[in-house]
T-cell receptor, first 116, second 107 residues
Framework: SAVISQKPSRDICQRGTSLTIQCQVD?????MFWYRQQPGQSLTLIAT?????????ESGFVIDKFPISRPNLTFSTLTVSNMSPEDSSIYLC?????????????FGPGTRLTVL | RKEVEQDPGPFNVPEGATVAFNCTYS??????FFWYRQDCRKEPKLLMS???SGNEDGRFTAQLNRASQYISLLIRDSKLSDSATYLC????????FGSGTRLSIRP
């Protein structure tokens, strides 16, 4: 298994500003993902964070709004840019160990974002 | 049609009861199947993988029916601590989470 930490755990931000969320894994993972979870809803995949190359974004999400970095196998960041109240959500990162139990994902505790 | 559909619940059952959830998926090429558990205001955590032959882990039994494209989760002798949202997860070219089934166990 993997232990994943995120920071900040929560933040309240003003409209038009940007927030960068950090995700740290205690061991190397093959894949890292960023999700968004609206209150009472399930998880929506934003993008796959690729090491050393541009992230792969899902439909409805673009790099200008959600730039992602992944400089190595244990760390990734997600930036929520030019925020609006509609961006208020929980943002979760996850890691996939690959190999045995492929596709098994371990999640960070999430970042609770409120945009005023 | 959603790619992964679950009973939304909520299921409200007494302690000790047996409860079952179903989940259907639309992509016949799906290869991996899981049940995750998410407690209120917490991150999802893997409960169990679902194998073609079915698998059991204590009070929990998961089944996969590829022909009908559904998976199920059975919880026997339910405990108060089983109260949570149960997420069905299906993986083909990408991983899709169901919307979750809320379970509440009452004393």
């Amino acid at each position: 298994s993997a232990v994943i930490s995120q920071k900040p755990s929560r933040d309240i931000c003003q409209r038009g500003t940007s927030l960068t969320i950090q995700c740290q894994v205690d061991s190397q993972v093959t894949m890292m993902f960023w999700y968004r979870q609206q209150p009472g809803q399930s998880l929506t995949l934003i993008a796959t964070a690729n090491q050393g190359s541009e992230a792969t974004y899902e439909s409805g999400f673009v790099i200008d709004k959600f730039p992602i970095s992944r400089p190595n196998l244990t760390f990734s960041t997600l930036t929520v840019s030019n925020m609006s109240p509609e961006d208020s959500s929980i943002y979760l990162c996850s890691g996939d160990m690959g190999g045995v139990g492929t596709d098994t994902q371990y999640f960070g505790p999430g970042t609770r974002l409120t945009v005023l | 049609r959603k790619e992964v559909e679950q009973d939304p619940g909520p299921f409200n059952v007494p302690e000790g009861a047996t409860v079952a959830f179903n989940c259907t998926y639309s992509n016949s090429a799906s290869q991996s199947f899981f049940w995750y558990r998410q407690d209120c205001r917490k991150e999802p955590k893997l409960l169990m993988s679902v194998y073609s032959s079915g698998n059991e882990d204590g009070r929990f039994t998961a089944q996969l029916n590829r022909a009908s494209q559904y998976i199920s989760l059975l919880i026997r002798d339910s405990k108060l601590s089983d109260s949570a949202t149960y997420l069905c997860v299906v993986s083909a070219s990408k991983i899709i989470f169901g919307s979750g089934t809320r379970l509440s166990i009452r004393p």
